[in-house]
């Protein structure tokens, strides 16, 4: 595996995506949890995170996936830059799992690798139920996770999306001169589909002189049919839909702010 020469730019995207609903019953939270457990299982995040690897011009080395019990489900990829040989040492790309707990412990070696970590949960004062997916991408090389943006957002319901995008390290161009960053970037908005950025309130946090990126996403209008579960909004009295959509803006702003706004 030579690695002499090549860009090794590190450039991680890293993003929480937050899905919200409201499930009033404790059967249909568990109802729910047990709905985005099928939905998001390690097997379907697999194919998203082959997806990814396709969107970016990488190459699939190793998965490594596990379920959990009660929820939840984790998959890690390696990937390298183009097509690697065949013959790759398997000292490079081993997998360790741990016991009956669940846990997963992932060792690996090489330039680039993709993660992602479902958490489903749900409050049983509120009845809002929010599911939680964490996304991490990092390439070493000419290779760019930003180009897989818009594919994982529209792989899941996504009320709140905080991303953060950061190059580090450098490489040197054909002069020897040192290069810390290899493209133009002046937001992470500015790889996000305009129809999905309309639909959004956005923020940008950045810090240029760095190379960090932070953009948070807030989904501009509720429509509560589609926060239901299992539910039909016409069988709820007008007073309780407004409550139920207060409770879920709530939830959604806080969770966007980062805390307890209304404590």
Same mark, same amino acid.
Request: proline letters at 3%; glycine letters at 4%; aromatic letters at 10%.
């Given at each position: 595996?030579?690695?002499?020469?090549f860009?090794?730019?590190?450039?991680?995207?890293?993003?929480? &995506?937050?899905?919200?609903?409201?499930?009033?019953?404790?059967?249909?939270?568990? *109802?729910?949890?047990?709905?985005?457990?099928?939905?998001?299982?390690?097997?379907?995040?697999? =194919?998203?995170?082959?997806? #990814?690897?396709?969107?970016i011009?990488?190459? #699939?080395?190793?998965?490594? =996936?596990q379920?959990? !019990?009660?929820?939840?489900?984790?998959?890690?990829?390696?990937i390298?830059?183009?097509?690697?040989?065949?013959?790759? !040492?398997?000292?490079?790309?081993?997998?360790?799992?741990?016991?009956?707990?669940?846990?997963?412990?992932?060792?690996?070696?090489d330039?680039?690798?993709?993660?992602?970590?479902?958490?489903?949960?749900?409050?049983? !004062?509120?009845?809002?139920a929010?599911?939680?997916?964490d996304? *991490?991408?990092?390439?070493?090389?000419?290779?760019?996770?930003?180009?897989?943006?818009?594919? /994982?957002?529209?792989?899941?319901?996504?009320?709140?999306?905080?991303?953060?995008?950061?190059v580090?390290?450098?490489?040197r161009?054909? /002069?020897?001169?040192?290069?810390f960053? *290899?493209?133009?970037?002046?937001?992470?908005?500015?790889?996000?589909?305009? =129809?999905?950025l309309?639909k959004?309130?956005?923020?940008d946090?950045?810090?240029?002189?760095?190379? &960090?990126?932070?953009?948070?996403?807030?989904?501009?209008?509720?429509?509560?049919?589609?926060? %239901?579960? =299992?539910? !039909?909004?016409?069988?709820?009295?007008?007073?309780?839909? %407004?409550?139920?959509? *207060?409770? /879920?803006?709530?939830?959604?702003?806080?969770?966007?702010s980062?805390?307890?706004?209304?404590?």
């Amino acid at each position: 595996m030579k690695l002499y020469g090549f860009n090794n730019l590190t450039k991680a995207l890293s993003f929480n &995506i937050y899905d919200v609903c409201y499930a009033k019953t404790q059967r249909e939270q568990r *109802d729910y949890i047990s709905y985005i457990d099928d939905q998001y299982n390690s097997e379907r995040l697999t =194919k998203i995170l082959y997806k #990814v690897t396709e969107i970016i011009g990488a190459h #699939v080395l190793n998965v490594s =996936k596990q379920d959990y !019990d009660p929820q939840g489900a984790s998959v890690t990829v390696l990937i390298a830059e183009g097509t690697m040989p065949n013959d790759v !040492d398997s000292s490079c790309n081993r997998g360790i799992f741990g016991g009956e707990t669940g846990e997963t412990v992932v060792a690996h070696l090489d330039k680039s690798h993709v993660t992602v970590h479902s958490y489903p949960e749900y409050h049983p !004062d509120t009845s809002i139920a929010t599911f939680r997916v964490d996304i *991490d991408v990092a390439t070493c090389g000419e290779i760019s996770p930003l180009n897989a943006l818009n594919y /994982l957002i529209d792989s899941f319901d996504s009320d709140i999306i905080t991303a953060d995008y950061r190059v580090r390290g450098f490489t040197r161009d054909i /002069l020897g001169k040192k290069m810390f960053i *290899d493209h133009k970037i002046t937001s992470i908005q500015d790889y996000i589909d305009e =129809k999905t950025l309309q639909k959004y309130d956005a923020m940008d946090i950045n810090v240029y002189q760095a190379n &960090i990126f932070h953009t948070k996403l807030l989904i501009k209008d509720i429509d509560l049919q589609n926060y %239901l579960f =299992k539910t !039909d909004v016409y069988e709820l009295p007008p007073k309780e839909r %407004l409550q139920i959509t *207060d409770n /879920l803006r709530r939830e959604m702003i806080e969770i966007f702010s980062g805390s307890n706004i209304y404590d």
